[in-house]
């Protein structure tokens, strides 16, 4: 359910309201809008209780909340979730360009990339220090020695740092270097993982599964939202179909789907969808043309000897002809970068 407070209700009004909800056993989550304040309740079982409280000083109305994902839905939200981090606006009018290699392999390599990326337009870098592999025989990632690395191109380029986080028990260690967590494909149904890095309150990324549907997905932001952290990016990065050409199949129809669904800023991650290098352009541009918020892509300065990834990586020339496209792109959709 959800509590609207008049337009003009006092802080007073809205703590108050707050504070009985809380007698109650329930938990709250208000949503301070430009004019009106909206104060989210979680635990639909006491329906009848809340519902008395519409009597109460600077109340407007209580309404239930029909979708299932009652926080990560537009229903309690209307207004697009903008997360403002180090001067960069994600879910804004600029389309944010997510870039830098799948996997950190040594300073030179990370700093290299980071300083390319950033030169041609990037504002966030990635780049795995924990890496979730099909085989436990392939290349686990360089864990702290990688985060170190992240963050000194980040101090170096003034990039923000996004990465992922595969254990609970790192949330904390990441949180000290990264500035948006990533949580991947694998572990978006990892509940223990999303409540902790809700608790984290650092915004998190999280990638839908390749066999989870779109409710799925916002499902699981909700675990992350419960926990008070209202930061959070959705990515489309492709699903399990029957096709085999490609390594996923991107459903491009998820970013409008989501948008009209969702507050939540959606990024598209079409490295990770096709597998391939050659099909990156033309699907972060149709990403774009679908209302995307932004774009993830894999670049590397030697694809041919990376450790991870390589045949859908981005060469630097490779990146620089994107961000041309992409500036164009976005500018025929009414976005900047
Ligand atoms: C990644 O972005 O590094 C990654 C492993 O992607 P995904 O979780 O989408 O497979
Ligand atoms: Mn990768």
Do not use: W
């Not at 509590?3 to 809380?22: C, F, L, P, W």
């Not at 007698?23 to 008395?52: A, M, N, Q, W």
């Not at 096709?243 to 669904?261: C, G």
């Amino acid at each position: 359910m959800i509590i609207v407070m008049r337009a003009g209700a006092s802080k007073e009004q809205v703590e108050t309201v707050i504070n009985k909800v809380h007698s109650f056993g329930l938990r709250t989550h208000p949503i301070y809008g430009v004019t009106k304040t909206v104060i989210g309740i979680v635990g639909d079982d006491k329906t009848r209780i809340v519902e008395k409280m519409q009597s109460m000083p600077g109340v407007e109305d209580i309404i239930p909340i029909l979708q299932p994902y009652k926080f990560a839905g537009r229903e309690a939200h209307p207004e697009n979730t903008v997360i403002e981090l180090g001067g960069v606006k994600i879910g804004g009018d600029s389309v944010v360009m997510m870039a830098g290699p799948c996997a950190v392999e040594s300073e030179a390599q990370l700093l290299d990339t980071a300083r390319y990326v950033k030169e041609k337009g990037a504002s966030i870098l990635r780049g795995g220090a924990y890496k979730p592999r099909t085989s436990p025989y392939s290349f686990q990632g360089l864990g702290e020695e990688a985060l170190k690395y992240l963050a000194k191109a980040r101090n170096e380029t003034g990039l923000l740092v996004i990465t992922e986080v595969t254990d609970p028990r790192n949330v904390e260690l990441v949180c000290r270097y990264a500035d948006i967590l990533q949580v991947g494909a694998r572990n978006m149904a990892n509940f223990v993982l999303l409540t902790e890095v809700g608790k984290s309150g650092h915004p998190v990324m999280l990638k839908r599964g390749p066999s989870s549907t779109v409710k799925d997905l916002l499902l699981a932001a909700e675990y992350v939202i419960i926990e008070g952290n209202r930061d959070i990016i959705l990515c489309e990065r492709g699903i399990t179909t029957f096709e085999t050409y490609t390594r996923n199949t991107l459903d491009l129809s998820a970013v409008p789907v989501i948008k009209n669904l969702s507050h939540l800023p959606v990024i598209v991650d079409p490295a990770h969808a096709t597998g391939r290098t050659s099909l990156v352009e033309p699907m972060a541009l149709a990403a774009i043309a679908a209302g995307a918020d932004g774009v993830m892509v894999e670049v590397h300065p030697d694809p041919d000897t990376a450790l991870c990834d390589g045949p859908q990586a981005l060469t630097f020339g490779e990146f620089d002809s994107l961000m041309t496209k992409v500036r164009s792109i976005a500018s025929i959709v009414g976005r900047s970068i």
